[in-house]
């Protein structure tokens, strides 16, 4: 019994294994769903062509126009009227300077020209006194009244309060621009801007000491920046002035439109570099930012494409493929230098394969396209 039981309790088992066989079997054999079909993407043949390759020359953003303000006169600073990021129009104070013994010197020349003026009157006094002495005398030497000895000491009185009349206004005219001078370095006590811009330095507090020379203040312009860029000294040497380069500047987004101003006659021995000006326009541009300048050196061929093309994965890139059943498939490619607005594409496509340019986030793997 147990033994049939046994048997029994196989062959039951055997026939329920066939049955469950004969129904995974046909599971199997039905057939696979049909792809998805996406519609409106942009699909482009790619090919190779020629691609012009270019240095990227590194540099510095800095202001075409900077003006760096220094104390003329020696003294104490009084007050400081700016602060750094202001922007200050052409006149406005920037530093006062007490400096006593410029003013005293002011003062002093003042009234030299006041005794230089009260000297010309006493002068002038005096010549039209021996002017009217000569010429009666001169009169009564005609007719014979005087001798000739007092004719002639008459005449030199005369002669000698004209030079005397003429040095008083000789002493004036030195006395007022004595005056002048004095004035204008009184003046440079009052420290003003010498042109429109932003202040991006302030180096002096109220009550520093300072020197003719000393720096108080630096101001630029803007809206006007070059792009001081080290290029190789075999490049540069290939650069004419008002050559136009693309330059790309970190923070400001779209490429700008560069043209070179100065090419440096020396390199530096050590980088084996010259310094290359190239002045650019844009909006967001500030001093000390890092820019790239773009500087053809000669052509290759390669395979290229949209940058919308590539879909970014972390650090890979992939781009979407069309077969020529319009399946899409998603395939991992290296990728190159870039362009405006296109990408090179090192290894992964070969040319005349088409991709995917447009619409890329509606595509899954092995869907139909169609434009």
Same mark, same amino acid.
């Given at each position: 019994?147990?033994?049939?039981? *046994? !048997? +029994? /309790?196989? =062959?039951?088992?055997? @026939?329920? %294994? ?88 002011? *003062? !002093? +020349? /003042?009234? =030299?020209?006041?005794? @230089?003026? %009260? ?88 009550? *520093? ?99 919308? *093309? ?62």
């Amino acid at each position: 019994m147990k033994r049939l039981s *046994a !048997g +029994a /309790a196989v =062959a039951g088992i055997y @026939a329920v %294994l066939l049955t469950s066989s004969g129904c995974s079997g046909k599971h199997d054999n039905a057939p696979p769903p049909a792809p998805p079909t996406v519609r409106g993407v942009a699909i482009q043949q790619v090919g190779r062509e020629e691609i012009t390759d270019f240095f990227a020359a590194t540099g510095t953003v800095r202001s075409a126009v900077v003006a760096s303000v220094a104390a003329r006169v020696a003294g104490t600073v009084t007050a400081v009227h700016v602060r750094e990021g202001e922007r200050v129009s052409k006149g406005k104070l920037l530093v006062t300077v007490q400096a006593d013994e410029n003013a005293s010197g002011a *003062a !002093g +020349a /003042a009234a =030299a020209v006041e005794e @230089a003026s %009260l000297g010309v009157k006493e002068a002038l006094a005096r010549r039209k006194l021996a002017e009217d002495t000569f010429r009666r005398f001169e009169k009564l030497y005609l007719e014979q009244a005087v001798t000739r000895q007092e004719y002639e000491t008459r005449l030199t009185e005369r002669d000698v309060a004209e030079q005397g009349a003429s040095r008083a206004e000789a002493r004036l005219a030195q006395a007022r621009e004595q005056a002048r001078a004095a004035g204008t370095i009184a003046g440079y006590s009052k420290i003003t801007a010498p042109m429109t811009g932003i202040v991006t330095a302030k180096a002096v507090e109220t009550g *520093a000491t300072v020197f003719p020379g000393t720096p108080l203040v630096t101001i630029e312009q803007e809206k006007h920046y070059r792009l001081e860029a080290s290029v190789p000294d075999n490049l540069a040497s290939g650069l004419r002035l008002g050559q136009e380069l693309e330059v790309s500047v970190d923070g400001v987004g779209d490429a700008l439109h560069g043209r070179v101003v100065e090419v440096s006659p020396v390199a530096d021995p050590d980088t084996r570099t010259a310094t290359v000006k190239i002045d650019i326009t844009g909006n967001g541009l500030r001093t000390g930012m890092f820019g790239r300048a773009r500087i053809a050196v000669g052509r290759s061929s390669g395979i290229v494409v949209p940058k919308g *093309a590539l879909l970014e994965r972390g650090m890979l890139s992939y781009v979407w493929v069309v077969g020529t059943d319009n399946s899409a498939l998603l395939r991992l490619v290296k990728t190159g230098r870039e362009l405006a607005g296109r990408v090179e594409i090192v290894s992964g496509l070969a040319h005349g394969e088409r991709v995917v340019t447009g619409g890329g986030e509606k595509v899954a793997e092995g869907a139909r396209v169609q434009q």
